[in-house]
């Protein structure tokens, strides 16, 4: 079982021929989905690829929160830690894409409650075989939640995986360096790693990132792939030549591949190709959460652009 803490939001996709949107105009959209969203991504990816998920975290008693936890159970994942609050409001995001793929983001934070760790969640995390995060919080304490449950990994010897993301501009983002050091597996891509180290140069700031504690450094490179670090290699892992639909939740494809590929003792090179073919699967997609893509779909782009790792994915690891 890996467990997935905290940013479990509900997503609202659209898809609009272009930007920018004026006040006033009447805009046609061709797509439209509502599902589950952020780390909730993750989850689901994770799942798909075979791997056994628990989400713990916090949504609202309300109808996005209900969404959230009925898409995950839907997906095979245990919601059972999910708690769900009268106080609370769960997260939305508006995510709109043109028809280049790039997505804008319109987020309504909501409101939660919960300011620590919970018991529960701690003894979830203690007995999994890895936990997944990331920097995505949009409450003030939520941070808190996220370093005890890397500390509560690391002190159980579980593998973690800490993804910083942007993260909320409105808030002090100096516990993602703590989160970081903390975590086994960093996945960022340039610009978040830059900024977590203050230096400009890539590697430079991924060697950086891994002297702080680390075991690996993925960072991602958009449609130039991934570049993957440990103290004793270095990979880098070309993009695969396909068309971008849809930009939003590559990433979080992304890190549930590295997950599974971790988990699995992948050498750097076939996890760099499994982890770039989970991302090129999900931006010829639209949306995300139950849009994300299946196990078959980064199959086949294995089999494609990688073949020569394309029984990763093989019947030995089960469906």
Known sequence: MITILGDLIADFNLRIASFPVQAGALIRADYLSLGPGGASNVAIVAARLGLSVACLGEVGEDRFGQLVVDGLAHEGIDTDLIRRTNASETPVAAVIVDS????????????????????????????????????????????????????????????????????????????????ARLATVVLATESEASRLTGLPDPLAS??????????????????AGCLLLTDEATEIAPGLPVEVRDATGAGD?????????????????????????????????????????????????????????????GEQWGA
């Not at 060697?207 to 449609?223: F, N, Y």
């Not at 770039?276 to 078959?296: D, E, F, I, M, S």
């Open 100 to 179: 280049q793929g790039e997505p804008a983001y319109l987020g309504y934070r909501g409101n939660l409650t919960i300011e620590e760790l919970l018991p529960e969640w701690s003894q979830a995390i203690a007995n999994s075989e890895a936990l997944f995060a990331d920097g995505w919080e949009d409450q003030p304490h939520e941070h808190q939640v996220i370093l005890a449950g890397l500390e509560a990994a690391k002190q159980a010897q579980v593998p973690s995986f800490f993804d910083p993301g942007p993260g909320n501009p409105d808030l002090s983002l100096a516990w993602h360096e703590q989160a």
């Open 253 to 313: 494809s992304l890190d549930a591949a590295v997950v599974f590929g971790w988990l699995r003792n992948l050498d750097l090179i076939t996890l760099g190709a499994l982890a770039n073919a989970a991302g090129a699967a999900k931006v010829r997609k639209l949306g995300t959460g139950h849009n994300v893509p299946t196990r078959q779909e980064i199959q086949a782009m294995l089999a494609q652009f990688e073949p020569e790792a394309s029984e990763v994915l």
């Open 206 to 223: 991924a060697k950086a990132l891994l002297e702080a504690g680390p075991s690996l450094i993925v960072m991602k490179r958009g449609v």
